[in-house]
């Protein structure tokens, strides 16, 4: 029963955070610098990517979820088109980073997955919802550290081809 009332919770809490307008940021303002543990074990800092690569950050709210699942999935399976981009692409949570191990090898994530228990980067970029997880949503980021997209409709099913077709309206260009 207790399984049972932890995933009713979990799902009512990934459809919420969903349909919350997640932040306050705004296209043209700089993107918060985080440095977040992959769970690779990697830390992975926005400032050193500055003049060098764009960056696509996909906050989702709980590891092991179905629609979290989904969008991984996606960026698993068509991945290929986002790496024709000179860009770096991470999901991020407020998981411990444990659980987004556990996450990221049952999808076979072949990405960086950042952990944030601190809720700290989740804070500066305003996803945290009332349910204290991050919100859906994705943001770009280009080479000198501005946000050129907010994206908080992602759908999960389609995440990779939404991002690839997003990083090409922008402009964002291709990797060499």
């Not at 399984?3 to 940021?25: E, G, H, P, R």
């Not at 946000?147 to 759908?155: L, T, Y």
Request: glycine share 4%; aromatic share 10%; hydrophobic share 40%.
């Amino acid at each position: 029963m207790k399984n049972l009332i932890t995933k009713l919770c979990v799902s009512v809490v990934c459809f919420i955070s969903v349909t919350v307008n997640a932040t306050d940021l705004k296209v043209g303002d700089m993107a918060p610098n985080f440095k977040l543990q992959a769970t690779t074990g990697d830390y992975y800092q926005l400032s050193d990517y500055k003049d060098k690569q764009a960056i696509v950050l996909a906050w989702y709210p709980m590891a092991n979820t179905r629609g979290c699942t989904i969008e991984c999935k996606s960026l698993v399976e068509q991945g290929h088109l986002i790496r024709e981009f000179n860009v770096s692409y991470f999901m991020a949570s407020v998981d411990p980073l444990d659980d987004n191990r556990d996450f990221a090898k049952k999808t076979n994530a072949d990405f960086p997955m950042l952990s944030d228990p601190s809720k700290e980067a989740a804070k500066a970029y305003d996803v945290l919802n009332t349910f204290r997880v991050a919100s859906r949503v994705t943001f770009y980021i280009d080479k000198s550290g501005r946000i050129v997209k907010i994206d908080d409709d992602v759908n999960p099913a389609t995440a990779a081809q939404d991002i690839a077709n997003h990083l090409k309206a922008l402009g964002i260009e291709n990797r060499d």
